[in-house]
């Protein structure tokens, strides 16, 4: 069973037994951006995905605020 | 991965630091390393009143947080913008900063904008030339004077803000991008209170990746807004972190470097002339009396006069 990563309102379908940071680098996702949640606890990226699950991926980039320089 | 400091399993591996945590030893570290980025840096002492200015976001609500578990004597501004963008982002963002102070029993101060200034920030920009298109030119220099303001005002030492590392470097690679020396030399963790009207300004959060101010917002269970204020999408600066995130993630500890070689450049000199010069040709304003670098008004009075006179004005 393939593992589903769920970035806002975007879900992947990615295979089990590769580490997040891994599954991550192949969807063109930094792994820089986003902070792993396996059922409602945050988990490293070293974590090797489990057939079937969900990882919930918290977006971390913010801003745009007084967008000029400063 | 386990954590360095008692060998259970790590949430956060901090590759620019070669330190994996867990979320016990991660939810003390932020607080230590606050403090002595505070001391380094010499932000403020234990007996200062500290203002921080807050969003509902992640970055500035932890700091709040942080700040208040350090003990410091720490109250909140929340500025109300009147951004609605079909999701009532600005009643949302306040409601989280009300919930925070709240559950904590702390002083959170609020400035409506349309209520003191006649028009929400969506409104006013669409009245000037200034924010005509985007508003975040008008929304940017109408925080910075109120924040300014509201610190004077009601007695503060100092305002803090929740930039973190992302933000300073952000900022930082656009003004080199562009050599934009005037903005460089005023760049930094520190922003000295001036006689012609500027409050201190710090930003202690500025030596940590967005990545752990959001991580340690999640492990203390901080309910901050996590979408992204409407008028954010395309903007130039989340361009720039895209690009830095990119080289970070090939080679940890590029936009630390990046950002403390600039501190350590403007240190010894590199952008003194610039600093110097931005003083000299300071003049407080006609109508508020803060600073601004023409004599008369400054742009936060002339571009709200201009809202006010449009409003009124048949159509």
């Known amino acids: 069973m393939p593992v589903e990563l769920v970035l806002r309102d975007r879900k992947f379908q990615v295979s089990a037994g590769q580490t997040i940071r891994q599954a ?3 969807l063109d996702i930094i792994p820089e951006t986003v902070l792993p949640v396996r059922k409602g606890k945050l988990v490293a990226e070293d ?6 699950e969900s990882i919930r991926l918290v977006a971390v980039i913010s801003g ?4 000029r320089p400063r | 991965m386990k954590c360095r400091k008692c060998g259970e399993r790590a949430v956060l591996n901090m590759r620019q630091h070669k330190l994996a945590l867990c979320a016990d030893h991660f939810a003390t570290w932020v607080p230590e390393q606050t403090q ?3 001391e380094k840096y010499k932000m403020f002492g ?4 500290i203002l921080v200015a807050v969003s509902g976001g992640k970055d500035s609500l932890a700091l709040w947080d942080v700040l208040v578990r350090l003990g410091y004597h720490a109250d909140g501004l929340y500025l109300g913008l009147g951004i609605d963008g079909g999701t009532g982002y600005s009643a949302e963002s306040f409601q989280r900063c009300q919930a925070f102070a709240e559950s904590r029993s702390l002083v959170l101060h609020h400035v409506d904008v349309a209520e003191t200034e006649g028009a929400s920030i969506p409104v006013a920009s669409s009245l000037t030339h200034r924010g005509r298109g985007k508003p975040c030119s008008v929304c940017g220099m109408t925080k910075r004077h ?5 610190t004077r005002e009601l007695g503060y030492d100092v305002l803090a803000t929740g930039h973190n590392l992302d933000d300073e470097v952000a900022v930082l ?7 934009s020396v005037g903005y460089l030399a005023r760049q930094g963790p520190v922003l000295e209170a001036s006689t012609l009207g500027l409050a201190r300004k710090v930003k202690p959060f500025f030596r940590f990746y967005e990545r752990e101010t959001a991580a340690y917002a999640l492990i203390r269970g901080i309910d901050y807004i996590y979408d992204e204020c409407p008028h954010s999408v395309g903007a130039t600066s989340l361009a720039y972190k895209d690009v830095l995130n990119r080289m970070e993630s090939e080679r940890p500890g590029a936009k630390l470097s990046f950002y403390l070689s600039f501190l350590q450049a403007k240190e010894g000199g590199l952008f003194r002339q610039e600093s110097e010069a ?3 040709l300071l003049h407080a304003c006609t109508s508020c009396g803060q600073p601004t670098t023409a004599p008369g008004l400054c742009a936060y009075c002339r571009t709200w006069e201009q809202v006010r006179a449009r409003s009124a004005a048949p159509a």
């Open chain 2, 46 to 49: 234990p007996d200062d009143r």
């Open chain 1, 64 to 67: 745009g605020c007084g967008d």
């Open chain 2, 146 to 150: 109120i924040m300014n303001q509201k």
């Open chain 1, 24 to 26: 991550l680098e192949n």
């Open chain 2, 278 to 280: 931005v003083v000299e």
């Open chain 1, 47 to 52: 974590e090797i995905l489990k057939e079937g």
């Open chain 2, 36 to 38: 002595r980025f505070i």
């Open chain 2, 173 to 179: 690679f656009g003004n080199t991008l562009t050599w």
